[in-house]
């Protein structure tokens, strides 16, 4: 795995994350639209529906892995946070902690730092060597984050 592929693997949680969440709103959404019984009608034999108590358990199963995916993401951050803040050279933590953990574009980068794009995007290829030099044996053996 490169270096860039590791430290992408942010995004793709946060994705993940995002997704999961937009899931819980959407059961959340069709779980307040369910009707209450009403009892003061004329009773008829039909088959319970359990489509509340359905929704529920989903909602609480979609929240619970949505809990272990945030606590993920943050520890796996955290993580990349030390990795990138260990390297010597303090441009290089700069353009990968923008890059990466703040998710900015090169050009964002380039406006922030007042250099070239071109002055980053070489920078960051001189950055994810000294990462990769760093940590390539975390880079040979990673933990897949799926």
Do not use: W
Not at 11 to 20: A, F, H, V
Not at 21 to 33: D, S, W
Not at 103 to 129: C, D, M, N, P, W
């Amino acid at each position: 795995m490169t270096a860039k592929e590791y430290l992408q693997q942010l995004d793709t949680l946060r994705d993940e994350i995002e997704s999961t969440n937009l899931a819980l709103e959407k059961i959340f959404t069709e779980a307040q639209g369910i009707k209450a019984i009403v009892y003061d009608k004329d009773k008829v034999q039909v088959s319970p529906d359990n489509h509340s108590e359905n929704s529920m358990i989903k909602l609480a199963e979609l929240g619970e892995d949505y809990a272990r995916m945030q606590m993920r993401f943050k520890l796996e951050r955290d993580k990349r946070i030390a990795m990138i803040n260990s390297l010597a050279n303090p441009i290089h933590v700069r353009i990968l902690r923008k890059r990466y953990i703040d998710g900015k574009t090169f050009e964002e980068i380039a406006v922030a730092l007042h250099y070239t794009y071109r002055h980053v995007t070489r920078l960051h290829g001189s950055a994810l060597q000294e990462f990769t030099a760093k940590y390539q044996d975390v880079l040979l053996c990673p933990n897949d984050l799926r």
